[in-house]
């Protein structure tokens, strides 16, 4: 049990900003995320601890883990994911310099406001690959799609996300 | 507006890597998962320190734990002072009783003399039942509250300049009752004395002021005369019977 606590807190460490950084871009608020991620690891370490586990790559494990407890938080909540504009009132009117400002010096808020309005099959792929510099082969394997799709997509990703910026 | 490059973009989602939990959660959180702690609510978020005195104080406080522990405190309560009027002076309950009676008097607006001789009739009833059932133990108590509260009277009788008879003969009727309990003369205490005095006082200047016939002065001839001598029990009885 003290080899397990000990691998598992291995992969906590190198796993807890990153799952809660994908998760806290999902949701609304510090404390979802927090609930959410703590769900996470704990549905992560029952199933690491468990000897007929077989996961194999616990990253992709816990990425999972995450997405599904998104989509679970949400179909709580009875809602969609996807923000909509009277949801974002800390975007700054259009064509403000501040706005700019804000987009050019990286506001993480409205960036964040951004990536909830995208569509929710780039959503994840833009974070794993741009914020948490996961390879595509890797995003490919997570999401079962292949290496070409995940690049057409993180281009049009990239691209709605732009226009979703500028618009706002 | 400027247009947004992909280079600058892709940078500006760099920088979301600053997000990050906090620190204090993020160690607590690992703690309580490699402790295998079972209960997921245990660990499903960790409240600020606000919040967490709140969670703290509603779930010890939550209202329908407050409900019921109010309707038990009641009930207590309520059962407490109902067995409290069979206490008498040495009984744990008794001090219950002293405060019923002292609050209801209070709520029938009693002044403080008649306040004080509704508690007498009460103490002497006490000691009539402590005498009755052979409650030894008890009796000291007793006449220590039929002192107190003899003293207590005898002060608002002297403080005031004229006494309404009619309380005057309340209380010599219950000193009458009190002299008659078996086993406890209480005659020559001191406080129960003075009391006497009082009572005697006001009611032989009472009858100093009336016209009288023959048999009643010579009645209150011997009063004074009793009460010169410092027979105020004596003086009493004769004067109750006059």
Known sequence: MDRLNEQFGQIYDQYIDKIYRFVYLKVSSQETAEDITSKVFLRGWEAFKDPKSKVKNQGAFLYQIARNAVVDHYREKGRTKTVSVDDSPEIADPGTNSQDMAILSADISVIKKGIQRLGKEYQDIIIWHYLEDMPIENIAKLVGRPAGTIRVMLHRGLNDLRDILQEA | ?242
């Open chain 2, 1 to 242: 507006m400027a247009k947004i490059t992909q280079e600058q973009l892709i940078e500006s989602l760099k920088q979301l890597k600053d997000i990050k939990p906090r620190q204090e959660w993020a160690s607590l959180l690992r703690s309580q998962i490699l402790a295998d702690k079972k209960v997921e609510e245990a660990i499903v978020r960790q409240p600020t320190k606000l919040a967490g005195i709140m969670n703290t104080f509603s779930s010890v406080f939550s209202p329908r734990k407050l409900a019921y522990s109010f309707a038990a405190f009641l009930f207590l309560v309520v059962g407490l002072f109902s067995f409290s009027r069979y206490a008498v002076p040495g009984d744990v309950l008794f001090p219950a009783k002293k405060a019923v009676e002292q609050s209801q008097a209070t709520l029938t607006g009693q002044t403080a003399i008649n306040q004080d001789v509704e508690t007498l009739n009460s103490r002497i009833n006490d000691l009539i039942q402590v005498a009755s059932e052979g409650k030894t133990n008890n009796l000291p108590s007793a006449i220590d509250e039929i002192k107190t509260n003899a003293s207590a009277l005898t002060k608002n009788l002297k403080s005031n300049a004229t006494n309404d008879p009619q309380t005057i003969r309340s209380i010599a009727s219950s000193l009458k009752i009190l002299a008659d309990v078996p086993g406890t003369d209480l005659s020559e205490n001191q406080d129960v004395k003075d009391l006497y005095q009082t009572v005697v006082e006001s009611q032989i200047a009472d009858l100093q002021k009336e016209t009288l016939t023959d048999d009643q002065k010579n009645t209150l001839a011997q009063a004074e005369d009793l009460y010169s001598q410092g027979k105020y029990a004596d003086a009493l009885v004769l004067l109750m019977g006059k």
